[in-house]
Protein backbone atom coordinates (compact mmCIF):
# COMPACT_ATOMS: atom_id res chain seq x y z
CA UNK A 1 0.00 0.00 0.00
CA UNK A 2 2.55 2.48 0.60
CA UNK A 3 4.82 3.76 -2.41
CA UNK A 4 8.17 3.81 -3.01
CA UNK A 5 7.85 8.26 -3.07
CA UNK A 6 5.95 7.44 0.79
CA UNK A 7 9.69 6.11 1.58
CA UNK A 8 11.48 8.67 -0.41
CA UNK A 9 9.65 11.13 1.43
CA UNK A 10 10.63 9.77 4.53
CA UNK A 11 14.19 9.64 3.96
CA UNK A 12 13.89 13.29 3.95
CA UNK A 13 13.12 15.65 6.71
CA UNK A 14 9.75 17.24 7.20
CA UNK A 15 7.16 17.95 9.60
CA UNK A 16 4.42 15.40 10.14
CA UNK A 17 1.02 16.49 11.74
CA UNK A 18 -0.95 14.32 13.36
CA UNK A 19 -5.16 14.73 14.06
CA UNK A 20 -7.17 13.03 16.52
CA UNK A 21 -10.51 13.55 17.43
CA UNK A 22 -12.40 12.57 20.27
CA UNK A 23 -15.93 13.08 21.89
CA UNK A 24 -14.12 17.25 21.45
CA UNK A 25 -12.84 19.11 19.45
CA UNK A 26 -9.93 17.13 16.84
CA UNK A 27 -6.18 17.48 18.45
CA UNK A 28 -3.15 18.52 16.10
CA UNK A 29 0.45 16.96 17.19
CA UNK A 30 3.41 17.27 14.90
CA UNK A 31 6.72 14.84 14.60
CA UNK A 32 9.21 14.42 12.35
CA UNK A 33 9.81 12.45 9.39
CA UNK A 34 12.83 10.61 10.52
CA UNK A 35 10.94 9.28 13.63
CA UNK A 36 8.46 7.55 11.56
CA UNK A 37 9.16 3.83 11.55
CA UNK A 38 7.62 1.29 8.92
CA UNK A 39 7.55 -2.50 9.77
CA UNK A 40 7.59 -5.46 7.18
CA UNK A 41 3.98 -5.20 6.71
CA UNK A 42 3.82 -1.58 6.37
CA UNK A 43 2.61 -0.23 10.20
CA UNK A 44 4.14 2.53 11.25
CA UNK A 45 5.79 3.38 14.54
CA UNK A 46 5.64 6.57 16.14
CA UNK A 47 7.84 7.29 19.27
CA UNK A 48 5.62 9.02 22.14
CA UNK A 49 7.08 11.02 24.68
CA UNK A 50 4.15 13.21 25.25
CA UNK A 51 1.02 13.07 23.02
CA UNK A 52 -1.53 12.22 26.34
CA UNK A 53 -4.39 13.95 24.18
CA UNK A 54 -3.41 11.76 21.11
CA UNK A 55 -3.59 9.22 23.56
CA UNK A 56 -6.79 9.47 25.30
CA UNK A 57 -8.58 10.73 22.05
CA UNK A 58 -7.17 6.97 20.38
CA UNK A 59 -9.21 5.69 23.67
CA UNK A 60 -11.95 6.75 22.08
CA UNK A 61 -11.62 6.89 18.65
CA UNK A 62 -9.27 4.96 17.06
CA UNK A 63 -9.13 6.46 13.42
CA UNK A 64 -5.98 8.42 12.95
CA UNK A 65 -5.09 11.25 9.93
CA UNK A 66 -1.71 12.01 9.25
CA UNK A 67 -0.19 14.63 6.77
CA UNK A 68 3.81 14.77 5.64
CA UNK A 69 5.53 15.82 3.03
CA UNK A 70 8.98 16.73 1.66
CA UNK A 71 9.88 19.78 -0.59
CA UNK A 72 13.15 18.21 -1.82
CA UNK A 73 11.28 14.87 -3.32
CA UNK A 74 9.80 15.58 -6.73
CA UNK A 75 5.77 14.95 -6.96
CA UNK A 76 3.17 14.32 -9.70
CA UNK A 77 4.39 16.29 -12.90
CA UNK A 78 7.64 16.64 -11.71
CA UNK A 79 7.31 19.62 -9.72
CA UNK A 80 9.66 20.20 -6.58
CA UNK A 81 7.91 18.84 -3.20
CA UNK A 82 5.12 15.99 -2.54
CA UNK A 83 3.01 15.21 0.32
CA UNK A 84 0.66 12.41 1.61
CA UNK A 85 -1.84 12.03 3.23
CA UNK A 86 -2.56 8.49 5.32
CA UNK A 87 -5.19 7.38 7.51
CA UNK A 88 -5.56 4.30 9.97
CA UNK A 89 -6.32 2.63 12.87
CA UNK A 90 -4.07 3.85 15.87
CA UNK A 91 -3.05 2.03 19.46
CA UNK A 92 -0.59 2.82 22.07
CA UNK A 93 1.37 0.33 23.25
CA UNK A 94 4.59 0.41 26.05
CA UNK A 95 5.84 -3.13 25.81
CA UNK A 96 7.13 -5.66 23.53
CA UNK A 97 9.83 -6.81 21.29
CA UNK A 98 8.89 -3.53 19.14
CA UNK A 99 8.81 -0.98 22.27
CA UNK A 100 12.28 -1.92 22.87
CA UNK A 101 13.91 -1.88 19.43
CA UNK A 102 12.01 1.72 19.21
CA UNK A 103 13.31 2.55 22.80
CA UNK A 104 16.68 1.58 21.56
CA UNK A 105 16.43 4.18 19.04
CA UNK A 106 14.82 7.07 20.55
CA UNK A 107 15.57 7.11 24.34
CA UNK A 108 12.75 9.85 25.40
CA UNK A 109 9.77 7.94 24.35
CA UNK A 110 7.26 6.40 27.12
CA UNK A 111 5.49 4.42 24.72
CA UNK A 112 4.84 3.38 21.12
CA UNK A 113 1.89 4.96 18.56
CA UNK A 114 1.17 2.25 16.20
CA UNK A 115 -1.01 3.07 12.91
CA UNK A 116 -2.09 0.16 10.96
CA UNK A 117 -2.71 2.46 7.70
CA UNK A 118 -5.63 1.69 5.68
CA UNK A 119 -5.14 4.45 2.69
CA UNK A 120 -1.92 6.79 1.79
CA UNK A 121 -2.96 9.26 -0.87
CA UNK A 122 -0.14 11.33 -2.58
CA UNK A 123 -1.28 14.63 -2.60
CA UNK A 124 1.20 16.83 -4.74
Request: cysteine-free; aromatic content about 10%; overall charge negative.
Amino acid sequence: MLSAKFYEVLKNEGIVTIVTWGEGEPHIVNEWNSYLVVTGDERILIPAGIMHTTEKNIHENNKIKMALGSKNVKGRNNYQGTAFVVEGVARFFSSGAEFDSMKNRFEFLTRVLEITVTSAEQML
